[in-house]
């Protein structure tokens, strides 16, 4: 069976691009364009892991991060989080449910190895 993964991300081709390469492995994809969306997209499909932008628009990846924590039915979902920035990462690994990030533009074989890695340990 096909573990299920949650991408949210505000940018529409960062998305379509890591849909189709993490289908291409076998993984079944599901996509949200922002917190609140992707808020709602957890809790209907209980991914095995969860994708998350830092930087979005209404609901950005903390507080996604801290509504995903604070609901006994979500709060086991591992997160892996996306960021175009490369300083305050040891903060990022640091948040509660966060099992790693990537910098943009990120290495897919690099984000395939956390993803991995991720699902294992969870």
């Given at each position: 069976m096909a573990k299920k993964i949650l991408i949210v991300d505000d940018e529409a081709d960062v998305v379509k691009v890591l849909k189709k390469r993490l289908e291409d492995f076998q993984f079944d994809v599901v996509t949200a364009y922002d917190g609140d969306e992707g808020l709602d997209k957890v809790r209907a499909e209980k991914p095995q892991l969860v994708i998350l932008d830092v930087m979005m628009p209404n609901v950005d990846g903390y507080t996604f991060l801290r509504e995903l924590k604070a609901d006994p039915a979500t709060d086991g979902t591992p997160v892996?989080?996306?960021t175009?920035?490369?300083?305050g990462l040891r903060e990022l690994f640091a948040l509660e449910g966060v099992c790693g990030y990537v910098t943009k533009p990120y290495d897919v074989d690099v984000l395939l190895q956390k993803i991995n890695q991720c699902i294992r340990q969870h």
């Open positions: 892996i989080m996306l175009a920035k490369g300083d």
